[in-house]
């Protein structure tokens, strides 16, 4: 798989090197500290860089935040596993897709995320816009049949729900629950917002 | 309505005037310092009291803090509310009197209880116990055809879910979408989760 991508982790050049390793610090340093805490010093440090790099590659902290939510894997690949196929089953693939990427590291990042967006109002807003515009913006607009910015924030609702309950309050048996409990629970709810009558 | 209590507000004895007081400073306290920041002994001499009258009332912070939890009306008239009535409007009756209780100042109150619980484990374990054991555990218990626990949880989601789009991520149009359009966008949902086929 590695081999079709323009550049294979063993030969990137250097700039991608500096964005990657900017990425993975940031990872680090967000989780640990949270959006305030952690600093754009802190994190180039980390990455053995020049802070100037920040800006360079994301535009300043709010870029990097947006980028390293993307955690662990590439955006346009998940928005093209849950839009291809029968648009009906969206909300199974939303859901596998969500548990796939969060379940890896026992929900840390995104609890740690969580953590963030509910005691930072610039985390808040940033989650507000990435949620608003990128994810479920493109995802419901593709499926919905009409109020796509209601049905997006309804889908929010469900989502953000999952992730306090599974990976926050780890309230069971939701919290151990495989992964294929989880989505055949909720995915009728999340299709519901996604297509059905509201 | 205030006469058909036992102790209406002017002429409580002294004792539940503490206890009252007590309740009054744990909210001003955990909102503004959330759960770890709020000190027994800061609540008590906000309230005009001993700190020895938490373990006497509450048993301690954890229970002053469930108790300060179910701001601002009575946990019993909430359950009765909800319980009384056809089953199959659980879901509705749920809602309205979430969103009655919340939205009264703005969701204020309900995003510092969400900062706390995403950012303490002791207040996520809280929130787990009062989700799991009090609130859900009784209704869902009351109306559910099977799977009582997982049920709970699956409430929780949305619920938990709820609170964060509208009052901690504040995500249009729900964060000020009028109470019966988020019912009845919702209601069918969480109604699923109590009584529908899972």
Redesign the interface.
């Known amino acids: 798989m590695a081999d079709k991508r323009p550049h294979p982790r063993g030969r990137r050049p250097a700039g991608e090197n500096t964005r990657a390793a900017l990425l993975d610090a940031a990872r680090v340093e967000f989780t640990e500290r949270g959006f305030d805490g952690a600093t754009v010093r802190a994190i180039a440090q980390r990455a053995g860089v020049d802070a100037a790099m920040v800006n360079h590659w994301f535009g300043g902290k709010d870029g990097l935040f947006v980028a390293a939510l993307e955690i662990p894997v590439d955006p346009t690949e998940i928005l093209s596993r849950i839009l291809d196929g029968d648009p009906e089953q969206t909300a199974e693939r939303i859901l596998h897709t969500f548990l796939s990427v969060w379940d890896a590291n026992g929900g840390g990042a995104l609890a740690a995320l969580?953590?963030s967006?509910?005691?930072h109002e610039e985390a808040?807003r940033l989650?507000?816009e990435f949620?608003?515009r990128v994810i479920f913006g493109r995802i419901v607009t593709a499926v919905a049949p009409d109020q796509p910015?209601?049905r997006?924030?309804?889908c929010?609702?469900?989502?953000?729900?999952?992730a306090?309950?599974?990976y926050?309050?780890?309230?069971?048996?939701?919290?151990s629950?495989d992964p294929h409990t989880v989505v055949?629970?909720?995915a009728?709810?999340l299709q519901?917002?996604l297509t059905g009558v509201?």
Chains 1, 2 share one sequence.
Do not use: W
């Open positions: 969580v953590r967006v509910a005691s808040a989650m507000r949620l608003g910015k209601l997006a924030a309804l929010g609702t469900q989502m953000a729900g999952l306090m309950v599974r926050v309050i780890r309230l069971e048996p939701l919290a629950a055949a629970a909720i009728p709810n519901r917002y509201l």
